[in-house]
């Protein structure tokens, strides 16, 4: 347990897990990995790391989140909209709410913050 009130992130000590196949996958058997290192304890902001296998699965947001690509790649396809391709190196948004489609070709890992209520989400 860390003995001050800074988490590093994939240092820390984890404050929950979970392990899984993606429910309703389009494509592929995704198996994805999620260590959470951070969790407000209203539940309304949390953080940590993700991984994924290949497949592919539709998502509607339920949080507001920023990711950061650490290995491999991902693609994110807007329902109606572009195609986004992310790779290591890369960060972006996925408003809360938005329906996308996740794509990933070989593996991804990404580290996240996701807010699901926020005083004002106006865009």
């Keep these: 347990m860390s003995k001050g009130k800074i988490v590093t992130i994939g240092k820390s000590e984890i404050v929950s ?23 407000h304890g209203s539940g309304n902001f949390k953080s940590g790391i993700w991984d994924c296998t ?19 790649s991902v693609r994110i396809v807007e ?8 790779k290591k190196g890369d960060a972006f948004v996925v408003p809360k ?13 990404k580290i996240f913050v996701s807010a699901a209520h926020l005083e004002d989400e106006g865009e």
């Design 79 to 86: 329902k109606d909209g572009p195609v986004h391709e992310y």
């Design 17 to 39: 897990e979970t392990s899984g196949e993606k429910v309703n996958p389009k494509s592929g058997k995704p198996y994805a990995n999620n260590w959470t290192y951070f969790e």
């Design 97 to 109: 709410g938005a329906p996308v489609t996740w794509i990933v070709e070989d593996y991804a890992k």
């Design 54 to 72: 290949a497949g592919s699965w539709e998502h509607n947001h339920p949080k507001l989140e920023f990711c950061y690509i650490v290995e491999g």
